[in-house]
């Protein structure tokens, strides 16, 4: 039995995606076989994708994250700004399947809160991280800043 957190299980049923829950043991096992991994535990905070420990064949440790799948690009968008970024400003991607919507990551240790940073202490780190990923990327196949600027406003005025 995989457990999945309640925030990941809310957002699978609001974008119409109960089979990808019903199919993720399925598709964990396939991917601890075709990876050569070992899924542990899922991370709790988690939003947006199952997200799990991993052991590597050779002992080492990595994050195994599957999307929960939804309309448009969310899983090759994030493929793609991870492989361009290669680990400057966040987890370096280790492998991918984008149509499986899977990703192994490198593991980086304790999550900010965690640690127990205050927010105060947590948004400086995060807003540096992010301006280190977040820089144009010309004929990258991402949409531009405007671009998801519309769609946001599309999505709250819709929503």
Excluded: Y
């Amino acid at each position: 039995m995989i457990e999945v957190p309640a925030v990941v299980r809310n957002k699978a049923a609001a974008v119409g995606a109960s089979n990808w829950l019903e199919d993720l043991p399925a598709l964990v096992a396939g991917l601890e076989r075709d990876w050569g991994i070992a899924i542990g535990r899922p991370f709790a905070g988690a939003t947006e994708a199952f997200v799990a420990e991993a052991t590597l064949a050779g002992g080492g440790l990595a994050v195994l994250k599957l999307m929960v799948p939804r309309d448009g690009d969310a899983a090759r968008h994030e493929t793609i700004v991870l492989r361009l970024v290669n680990g400057k400003g966040c987890a370096r991607l280790l492998r991918s399947d984008e149509a499986r919507g899977a990703m192994l990551l490198e593991r980086l240790g304790p999550s900010l809160h965690d640690l127990g940073l205050p927010l105060a202490q947590r948004l400086p780190i995060l807003v540096a991280a992010a301006a280190r990923v977040w820089r144009p990327a010309p004929n990258a196949g991402l949409p531009t800043g405007a671009d998801k600027g519309r769609w946001l406003v599309e999505f709250i005025t819709t929503t």
